[in-house]
């Protein structure tokens, strides 16, 4: 089973920047695509980004240009850089890994707790 630690949330003011880190321990074979979603109120959680393990990268248009993810495979690490955020962008933030724990298995999925990003002056 994996788990996900997440970090970084907090209150910004529009214009500022966040970085939100995710580290996952446990047992597993490999991590595939590590990535991140938000969930604002009243709203369905959404794709912010995605990497891949050969380091491919997929944006939501809303973010592209101001938010870049990375990887750590060291670290079973993934972050997202968010840069320029405006009050829009103000979500719970969700670290997902796909993961397997077998070479022949399928690969399954889990998510971290959460942690808020709030923009706002």
């Known amino acids: 089973q994996v788990q996900l630690v997440e970090s970084g949330g907090g209150l910004v003011q529009p214009g500022g920047s966040l970085r939100l880190s995710c580290a996952a321990s446990g047992r597993f074979y490999d991590i595939n695509t590590m990535a991140w979603y938000r969930q604002a109120p009243g709203k369905q959680r959404e794709l912010v980004a995605s990497?891949?393990?050969?380091?491919?990268?997929n944006f939501a248009d809303s973010v592209k240009g101001r938010f870049s993810i990375s990887r750590d495979n060291a670290k079973n690490s993934v972050y997202l850089q968010m840069n320029s955020l405006k009050s829009e962008d103000t979500a719970v933030y969700y670290c997902?890994?796909?993961?397997?724990?077998?070479?022949?298995?399928?690969?399954?999925?889990?998510w971290g707790q959460g942690t808020q990003v709030t923009v706002s002056s």
């Open positions: 990497i891949t393990s050969g380091s491919s990268t």
């Open positions: 997902n890994v796909e993961w397997r724990i077998g070479p022949s298995l399928d690969y399954v999925h889990t």
